[in-house]
């Protein structure tokens, strides 16, 4: 009888394009979020094993399309879920920022809907 091992858990990290603190949800110990921060928290994913980041979408954060783009020549191995809210982008545009970021990211690109 053949046994089926499954795949290992896959953990994403959370990349703070709002800004940062040191408790979710206040502001002790915030910082501002700038380019080098956010390339240090995704550098350091990559080399600590985790299979990705989420970068999120919202009023107060930077685009997500921006900073995945910005991110993947930093890193080697780390994927990048783009948060994605339909309505606010027409569908083909989504699907070509989408085929574009994937293919030269080779393939690192995950989509959160």
């Given amino acids: 009888m053949s046994r089926v091992v499954p795949d290992r858990i896959k953990v994403l990290w959370f990349l703070p394009t709002h800004g940062d603190s040191r408790y979710l949800g ?10 080098p921060y ?9 080399t600590l094993g985790y299979y990705g980041v989420l970068l999120p979408t919202g009023r107060s954060c930077e685009d997500s399309w921006v ?3 910005a991110l993947v020549p930093m890193t080697e191995r780390l994927r990048f879920l783009v948060a ?17 970021l994937d293919r030269i990211s080779n393939g690192r690109l995950l989509i959160n809907v």
């Fill in 84 to 100: 994605v809210r339909p309505g606010l982008q027409s569908p083909t545009l989504a699907a070509r920022m989408t085929a574009t």
């Fill in 38 to 46: 956010l390339t240090q928290v995704a550098k350091a994913a990559d």
């Fill in 67 to 69: 900073i995945a783009s």
């Fill in 26 to 35: 206040t502001a002790e110990g915030g910082r501002s979020v700038d380019l």
